[in-house]
């Protein structure tokens, strides 16, 4: 093989992937109901030869926002979930992937995980002053759902309401903090 053989079969031409067709796409509900921003078209995971979906759709909805659509939780419930995740992300407590390749590498000083800001250290106190709201048993639960989005699989319709009662209940504590009923 010669090089211009060579030159031409290295170079290869990216096209961009087709939108999903109209026999796979959301229905017109499920695209309204999640909104515009809500949604993201993504790579097909093509499980077998047959399937040619190049695209497929995936929504950001969170466990909280399902729980309230389906009417599980009290819009009290739900902001204080949401206000619970959002004072979370303000406080920087979430850890920070840092690559670090020996000493001297990186570029800064060590923070030893204080806050940065005002803002940041007021954001830490308000979210430590409402887990002191909430039952000790129950915060790895709302942690696991309102800041991390995982639920437990759960087999029957038994464990699921149990799950969600024990959810709402810790939620509804929170909103009587943060007097959100």
């Not at 109901?33 to 809500?38: I, T």
């Not at 995740?85 to 992937?97: A, D, F, N, Q």
């Not at 909430?134 to 699921?160: K, S």
Request: glycine residues 6%; aromatic residues 8%; charged residues 25%.
């Amino acid at each position: 093989m010669g090089k211009a053989a060579k030159a031409k079969m290295s170079k290869r031409v990216r096209r961009p992937l087709p939108p999903p067709t109209a026999t796979f796409e959301a229905t017109p509900e499920r695209l309204a109901q999640a909104g515009n921003d809500n949604s993201t078209l993504v790579p097909a995971i093509i499980h077998r030869a047959a399937d040619r979906q190049a695209r497929c759709r995936r929504f950001r909805d969170s466990h909280v926002d399902r729980m309230f659509k389906a009417h599980r939780l009290t819009y009290a419930q739900w902001y204080a979930a949401d206000w619970y995740r959002s004072k979370y992300e303000l406080s920087g407590l979430p850890t920070r992937v840092v690559g670090s390749y020996g000493a001297g590498a990186g570029a800064g000083e060590c923070d030893y995980g204080l806050p940065v800001s005002e803002r940041q250290a007021r954001a830490r106190q308000q979210w430590r002053a409402a887990r002191s709201a909430m039952p000790d048993n129950m915060l790895p639960l709302v942690d696991n759902l309102v800041l991390h989005d995982l639920a437990p699989v759960l087999g029957g319709g038994n464990q699921r309401a149990r799950y969600t009662d024990a959810i709402a209940r810790a939620l509804q504590l929170l909103a009587e903090y943060l007097n959100a009923t």
